[in-house]
Protein backbone atom coordinates (compact mmCIF):
# COMPACT_ATOMS: atom_id res chain seq x y z
CA UNK A 1 0.00 0.00 0.00
CA UNK A 2 1.62 3.27 -0.99
CA UNK A 3 1.21 6.39 1.30
CA UNK A 4 1.86 9.66 0.30
CA UNK A 5 3.17 12.01 2.97
CA UNK A 6 1.67 15.60 2.54
CA UNK A 7 2.79 18.89 4.62
CA UNK A 8 -0.19 20.85 5.22
CA UNK A 9 0.25 24.41 6.55
CA UNK A 10 -2.51 26.53 7.43
CA UNK A 11 -4.06 29.45 6.73
CA UNK A 12 -2.00 31.52 9.28
CA UNK A 13 1.30 30.21 8.36
CA UNK A 14 0.95 30.06 4.59
CA UNK A 15 0.48 34.24 5.67
CA UNK A 16 3.47 33.88 7.85
CA UNK A 17 5.61 32.51 5.04
CA UNK A 18 4.04 34.90 2.82
CA UNK A 19 4.41 38.23 5.10
CA UNK A 20 8.70 36.88 5.87
CA UNK A 21 8.63 36.93 1.64
CA UNK A 22 7.59 40.29 1.14
CA UNK A 23 9.75 41.77 3.60
CA UNK A 24 12.77 39.86 2.91
CA UNK A 25 12.40 41.05 -0.86
CA UNK A 26 11.91 44.45 0.51
CA UNK A 27 14.98 43.99 2.72
CA UNK A 28 16.92 42.92 -0.16
CA UNK A 29 16.25 45.95 -2.53
CA UNK A 30 16.95 48.31 0.29
CA UNK A 31 20.10 46.75 1.58
CA UNK A 32 21.35 45.64 -1.07
CA UNK A 33 21.45 48.97 -3.02
CA UNK A 34 25.11 50.74 -3.19
CA UNK A 35 26.45 51.96 0.36
CA UNK A 36 23.26 50.40 2.54
CA UNK A 37 25.42 47.85 3.88
CA UNK A 38 25.31 49.63 7.25
CA UNK A 39 21.86 48.92 7.78
CA UNK A 40 22.55 45.33 8.76
CA UNK A 41 23.96 46.61 11.57
CA UNK A 42 20.20 48.11 12.44
CA UNK A 43 18.77 45.23 11.64
CA UNK A 44 21.20 42.97 13.96
CA UNK A 45 18.93 43.68 17.05
CA UNK A 46 15.70 42.88 15.68
CA UNK A 47 16.52 39.70 13.75
CA UNK A 48 18.64 38.02 16.57
CA UNK A 49 15.33 38.58 18.88
CA UNK A 50 13.28 36.55 15.72
CA UNK A 51 15.68 34.40 15.35
CA UNK A 52 15.99 33.40 19.42
CA UNK A 53 12.12 32.96 18.73
CA UNK A 54 12.28 31.19 15.91
CA UNK A 55 14.13 28.58 17.84
CA UNK A 56 11.46 28.92 20.98
CA UNK A 57 8.58 28.05 18.06
CA UNK A 58 10.46 24.96 16.10
CA UNK A 59 11.55 23.33 20.21
CA UNK A 60 8.40 23.96 21.75
CA UNK A 61 5.51 24.57 18.85
CA UNK A 62 5.75 21.57 16.67
CA UNK A 63 2.24 22.54 14.73
CA UNK A 64 3.98 25.65 13.85
CA UNK A 65 7.50 23.87 13.02
CA UNK A 66 7.56 23.59 9.34
CA UNK A 67 6.20 27.44 8.72
CA UNK A 68 9.21 28.66 11.06
CA UNK A 69 11.70 27.18 9.43
CA UNK A 70 10.67 27.84 6.00
CA UNK A 71 10.58 31.52 7.17
CA UNK A 72 14.22 31.18 8.28
CA UNK A 73 15.17 29.78 4.95
CA UNK A 74 13.98 32.72 3.39
CA UNK A 75 15.98 35.00 5.07
CA UNK A 76 18.66 32.74 4.39
CA UNK A 77 18.28 33.24 1.04
CA UNK A 78 17.89 37.03 1.27
CA UNK A 79 20.88 37.49 3.15
CA UNK A 80 23.09 35.77 0.66
CA UNK A 81 21.81 37.65 -2.00
CA UNK A 82 22.27 41.12 0.18
CA UNK A 83 25.94 39.68 0.38
CA UNK A 84 26.18 38.96 -2.69
CA UNK A 85 25.02 42.21 -4.20
CA UNK A 86 27.72 43.91 -2.23
CA UNK A 87 30.73 41.71 -2.78
CA UNK A 88 30.19 41.94 -6.56
CA UNK A 89 29.73 45.35 -6.75
CA UNK A 90 32.78 46.09 -4.44
CA UNK A 91 34.80 43.64 -6.79
CA UNK A 92 33.82 45.48 -9.65
CA UNK A 93 34.76 48.75 -8.52
CA UNK A 94 38.01 47.49 -7.44
CA UNK A 95 38.84 46.44 -10.42
CA UNK A 96 38.55 49.55 -11.59
CA UNK A 97 40.16 51.70 -9.03
CA UNK A 98 43.17 48.96 -9.56
CA UNK A 99 43.29 49.72 -12.89
CA UNK A 100 43.49 53.87 -12.44
CA UNK A 101 46.58 53.10 -9.95
CA UNK A 102 48.32 51.10 -12.92
CA UNK A 103 47.97 54.24 -14.65
CA UNK A 104 49.03 56.65 -12.24
CA UNK A 105 52.41 54.16 -11.72
CA UNK A 106 53.14 54.34 -15.02
CA UNK A 107 52.51 58.00 -15.83
CA UNK A 108 54.98 58.17 -12.71
CA UNK A 109 57.05 55.80 -14.49
CA UNK A 110 57.59 57.68 -17.95
CA UNK A 111 57.52 61.15 -16.93
CA UNK A 112 58.87 61.24 -13.88
CA UNK A 113 56.27 63.07 -11.47
CA UNK A 114 52.66 61.85 -10.61
CA UNK A 115 49.87 63.12 -12.85
CA UNK A 116 48.50 66.55 -11.68
CA UNK A 117 44.93 65.25 -11.90
CA UNK A 118 43.30 62.26 -13.40
CA UNK A 119 41.99 63.67 -16.56
CA UNK A 120 45.63 64.03 -17.76
CA UNK A 121 45.81 59.70 -17.83
CA UNK A 122 43.01 60.30 -20.83
CA UNK A 123 40.30 60.02 -18.28
CA UNK A 124 36.83 61.61 -18.79
CA UNK A 125 34.81 62.68 -15.22
CA UNK A 126 31.87 60.98 -15.97
CA UNK A 127 33.19 58.16 -16.86
CA UNK A 128 35.15 57.77 -13.85
CA UNK A 129 32.37 58.81 -11.78
CA UNK A 130 30.60 55.65 -13.60
CA UNK A 131 33.33 53.30 -12.39
CA UNK A 132 34.16 54.71 -8.76
CA UNK A 133 31.14 56.65 -7.66
CA UNK A 134 31.21 60.31 -6.97
CA UNK A 135 33.00 60.09 -4.08
CA UNK A 136 36.25 59.67 -5.04
CA UNK A 137 39.24 61.92 -4.83
CA UNK A 138 42.96 62.36 -6.07
CA UNK A 139 45.98 65.07 -5.55
CA UNK A 140 49.31 65.13 -6.47
CA UNK A 141 50.88 66.63 -3.58
CA UNK A 142 55.10 67.08 -2.64
CA UNK A 143 55.42 64.75 -5.70
CA UNK A 144 53.14 62.12 -4.10
CA UNK A 145 50.42 60.57 -5.40
CA UNK A 146 46.58 59.82 -3.05
CA UNK A 147 44.10 58.39 -4.48
CA UNK A 148 40.92 57.27 -2.57
CA UNK A 149 37.02 56.19 -3.33
CA UNK A 150 34.32 55.55 -1.09
CA UNK A 151 33.61 52.08 0.22
CA UNK A 152 30.56 50.55 -1.88
CA UNK A 153 28.96 48.99 1.06
CA UNK A 154 28.97 52.08 3.14
CA UNK A 155 28.27 55.55 2.36
CA UNK A 156 30.73 56.84 5.65
CA UNK A 157 34.65 54.56 5.19
CA UNK A 158 36.89 55.13 2.58
CA UNK A 159 39.79 52.68 0.53
CA UNK A 160 42.85 54.78 0.00
CA UNK A 161 45.70 53.27 -1.69
CA UNK A 162 49.26 53.15 -0.58
CA UNK A 163 51.43 53.95 -3.12
CA UNK A 164 54.93 53.39 -1.08
CA UNK A 165 53.28 49.71 0.48
CA UNK A 166 51.10 48.72 -2.74
CA UNK A 167 48.28 48.23 -0.23
CA UNK A 168 44.50 49.07 -0.38
CA UNK A 169 44.04 51.10 3.40
CA UNK A 170 40.64 50.47 4.71
CA UNK A 171 40.04 54.43 6.77
CA UNK A 172 36.99 53.55 8.79
CA UNK A 173 34.47 57.36 9.27
CA UNK A 174 34.94 56.81 12.95
CA UNK A 175 38.88 56.98 12.35
CA UNK A 176 38.58 59.95 10.37
CA UNK A 177 36.44 61.86 12.57
CA UNK A 178 38.63 61.00 16.13
CA UNK A 179 41.77 62.59 13.76
CA UNK A 180 40.54 65.18 13.00
CA UNK A 181 38.71 66.16 16.17
CA UNK A 182 42.50 65.42 17.75
CA UNK A 183 44.21 66.97 15.34
CA UNK A 184 46.68 69.93 16.85
CA UNK A 185 45.91 73.31 14.71
CA UNK A 186 49.75 73.40 14.23
CA UNK A 187 49.70 70.59 11.92
CA UNK A 188 46.84 71.87 9.92
CA UNK A 189 49.41 72.83 7.49
CA UNK A 190 51.27 70.73 5.24
CA UNK A 191 54.66 69.96 5.81
CA UNK A 192 56.94 71.02 2.44
CA UNK A 193 59.50 68.50 1.34
CA UNK A 194 62.78 70.58 0.83
CA UNK A 195 63.56 68.01 -2.02
CA UNK A 196 60.15 68.49 -4.07
CA UNK A 197 59.71 71.24 -5.80
CA UNK A 198 58.87 74.53 -5.05
CA UNK A 199 54.87 75.32 -5.31
CA UNK A 200 53.81 78.15 -7.07
CA UNK A 201 53.18 81.30 -4.87
CA UNK A 202 49.78 81.12 -3.46
CA UNK A 203 49.17 77.77 -4.70
CA UNK A 204 47.28 75.63 -2.09
CA UNK A 205 50.32 73.62 -1.40
CA UNK A 206 52.47 76.67 -0.24
CA UNK A 207 52.04 77.13 3.37
CA UNK A 208 51.57 80.88 4.24
CA UNK A 209 53.98 82.04 6.45
CA UNK A 210 53.43 83.87 9.48
CA UNK A 211 55.43 87.65 10.16
Known amino acids: MNEQVRFFLSRESKRKINSAIIVAVLTVLTVGQAHAAFLLVVLA ?3 SAWLAWSVYIIVRRPYARLAQIICIFVWMVAFLLVFAAHFTRHELVRSDANQVVREIRRH ?3 YGRCPPQLLALGYKQQDLIDRLGENFG ?24 DFEQSTWD ?28 APAPGSRSAPRRTP
Open 108 to 110: IAD
Open 138 to 161: YSCENRKPRFFYVATFTIFDTFEY
Open 170 to 197: YVSWAEKKKFLDTRPTGLATESVDPSGV
Open 45 to 47: LPI
